[in-house]
């Protein structure tokens, strides 16, 4: 925790806290000494994971939907009444609803609303102010390796968290290019972690690894924070990534990847 945004007393916004990484995140400052906003959708869940840290540093739970940007300025409001700072803004509130591409129309709606809105929104409320402090500030937003080499199974997480990482890059080039200002962003890109109430599974990261290389991949100034599992290495990745980017490049069906005329290919450049 040697990067500025992360020193005692400054403060952390952290979305979708409730549980899972957002939870982890909330620990991991609190434990640092930060003071920490934590905001969830269901209030019973937050303030029961909100409860714990109160005997470590200041917190405030807000129960808000990310989705609606009201509710954002208004916690943009709040915080910054409690505290007067924010040196973290972590978009991380997400739903999954896996539906296919001509079905769930309701569902489609939600989870670009929170997933990618969502993210949209927390920036829209906050980076103004938080690049007038004149500070160093991060706005870390969290994407999914399904956003970059789009699997099939859940075409609208997919789709929302492939425009999580196109925003989130623009994001960062205009805040580069902005005279005086000391915000960045950052790109958290998780593999296969658990989360939720869900049971841990062997080859599954824990929110706590997925925060802890978070935090060193800021601390080191790095965008593109791509996590690996205990079943998926940095090089796997690495192949996956640049297998799907030359699905263009090589005028290959897109998705070829899961394409049984290119699964040998596929095995061959991987291995």
């Known amino acids: 925790m040697n990067h500025p945004v992360f020193a005692k007393g400054r403060v952390a916004v952290v979305s979708?806290?409730?549980?899972?990484?957002?939870?982890?995140?909330?620990?991991k400052f609190a434990a640092a000494g930060m003071k920490i906003c934590m905001t969830d959708i269901t209030a019973d869940d937050l303030a029961a994971a909100a409860e714990p840290l109160k005997s470590q540093t200041d917190v405030i739970s807000v129960v808000a939907?990310?989705?609606?940007?009201?509710?954002?300025?208004?916690?943009?409001?709040?915080?910054?009444?409690?505290?007067?700072?924010?040196?973290?803004?972590?978009?991380?509130a997400a739903t999954r609803q896996p539906v296919g591409c001509w079905e769930g129309y309701e569902a489609w709606q939600k989870t670009l609303h929170v997933n990618l809105w969502g993210g949209i929104n927390g920036v829209q409320a906050f980076a103004p102010h938080m690049i007038k402090q004149a500070m160093p500030s991060a706005i870390i937003n969290t994407g999914s390796k399904q956003g970059i080499t789009n699997p099939p199974g859940n075409p609208p997480y997919n789709v929302a968290k492939a425009a999580v990482k196109s925003y989130t890059e623009l994001l960062q080039h205009e805040l580069r290019?902005?005279?005086?200002?000391?915000?960045?962003?950052?790109?958290?890109?998780?593999?296969?972690t658990t989360t939720g109430k869900a049971?841990?599974?062997p080859g599954a990261w824990l929110p706590a690894q997925v925060?802890?290389?978070?935090?060193?991949?800021?601390?080191?100034?790095d965008f593109y924070i791509i996590c690996p599992d205990d079943e998926t290495t940095p090089e796997m990745d690495r192949q996956r990534i640049l297998w799907s980017a030359q699905d263009i490049t090589e005028n290959r069906p897109p998705l070829s990847r899961w394409h049984p005329d290119y699964k040998q290919l596929f095995e061959d450049y991987s291995s």
Do not use: R
């Open 16 to 27: 979708g806290a409730a549980s899972g990484i957002g939870l982890a995140a909330c620990k």
């Open 65 to 92: 939907d990310v989705a609606n940007m009201e509710q954002m300025e208004g916690l943009c409001e709040t915080v910054y009444g409690a505290f007067g700072d924010v040196a973290v803004l972590m978009n991380n």
């Open 177 to 192: 290019n902005s005279e005086d200002c000391q915000v960045t962003a950052h790109l958290l890109v998780p593999g296969w």
């Open 199 to 201: 049971d841990h599974k």
């Open 211 to 221: 925060i802890e290389k978070m935090v060193a991949g800021v601390s080191a100034n």
